[in-house]
């Protein structure tokens, strides 16, 4: 169980709920030549248990049952609010001795050691572009997972995109608050520049291109650049000119505030997660 980052992983993983996350999570171990067989899914929903076969070749089940006595890893990528139902159902077969790795939101490793019996837990916190392998995702490691288990985890993530290890489980929730949710506000932000293009005359496609290109090229910039971003900024902003007349409207409407305050609300809804399900 202690892969080289160069080894093509080669061992039993399953994952309990097969739905979006486990979906950009199963791509990337296959891109990765991970063999279809192993991996098993447990996935109640009918028409998800299709499109993981018809997708990725896959034979998920609608139950835990023997076919998780094997599993080395444990990926629970189940809802919050189905977690201890689900953990109650995987329990009785999963192995004594496997990894677990939750990217449930909220849900501590707490938690789910009581429900599992076992102190083998990851908690990550990925997000949605894992699907096409530019995700970001926190990781953090309860102390009796050792240096073979975190390498396991960072491989399986490896091809999902980058990850970052935190030190106090408490910054997840701040994890969750942004990047986990945090494509959502990108979204969010794409489809009003886009409709404000339409609104100027654009066609809806050229003013959709304009603004997704806007942001790769912007945060492409941002990573590859020195400079912090308020001085990236300013650099587009020339003083009585365009961009400084649109800055000045988002900062007399209290934009950036909302911003952050909604960030917050992220937050506390995480921490909220917890207790509302963790119980
Ligand atoms: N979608 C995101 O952007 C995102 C990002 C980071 C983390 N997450 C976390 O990932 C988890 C899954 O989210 P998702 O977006 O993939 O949800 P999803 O609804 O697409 O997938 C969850 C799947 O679990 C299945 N399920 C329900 N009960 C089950 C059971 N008892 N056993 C096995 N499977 C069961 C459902 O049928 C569903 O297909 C959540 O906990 C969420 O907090 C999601």
Same mark, same amino acid.
């Given at each position: ?67 998780? *006595?094997? %599993? /080395?890893?444990? $990926? ?5 609010? =189905?977690? &201890?139902?689900?953990? !109650? ?102 489809? *009003?520049? %886009? /409709?404000?293009? $339409? ?5 809806? =496609?050229? &003013?959709?291109?304009? !603004? ?68």
């Amino acid at each position: 169980m202690n892969p080289s980052p160069d080894t093509p992983l080669d061992l039993p993983l399953a994952f309990i709920g097969g739905g979006n996350m486990a979906s950009a999570l199963i791509g990337g171990l296959l891109r990765q030549g991970l063999p279809p067989d192993r991996i098993e899914v447990v996935e109640p929903f009918e028409p998800a248990r299709a499109a993981l076969q018809q997708d990725f070749g896959l034979a998920p089940q609608p139950a835990a049952g023997p076919q998780l *006595a094997h %599993a /080395r890893l444990v $990926v629970w990528a189940v809802k919050p609010q =189905t977690f &201890a139902a689900a953990a !109650a159902q995987v329990r009785p077969h999963a192995p004594a001795d496997a990894l677990h790795l939750s990217v449930a939101a909220g849900i501590t490793t707490d938690s789910i050691a009581r429900w599992l019996g076992s102190q083998a837990i990851v908690r990550a916190m990925p997000n949605t572009p894992a699907l096409v392998g530019q995700g970001m995702t926190g990781l953090f490691a309860r102390a009796e997972v050792g240096e073979a288990g975190r390498e396991l985890v960072e491989q399986v993530l490896r091809p999902t995109g980058q990850t970052l290890w935190v030190e106090r489980e408490e910054l997840l929730d701040a994890v969750t608050a942004l990047s986990g949710s945090g494509p959502a506000y990108v979204f969010l932000f794409l489809e *009003a520049m %886009a /409709r404000a293009g $339409v609104e100027m005359g654009l066609e809806p =496609t050229d &003013a959709q291109q304009l !603004a997704i290109a806007t942001f790769q090229g912007a945060a492409a910039l941002a990573a590859r650049s020195d400079d912090a971003p308020q001085l990236l900024r300013q650099r587009v902003t020339s003083p009585g000119g365009t961009t400084h007349a649109a800055i000045t409207h988002l900062q007399e409407a209290g934009v950036p505030e909302h911003f952050i305050a909604a960030m917050h609300a992220a937050q506390r809804r995480a921490r909220e997660l917890a207790t509302e399900f963790g119980g």
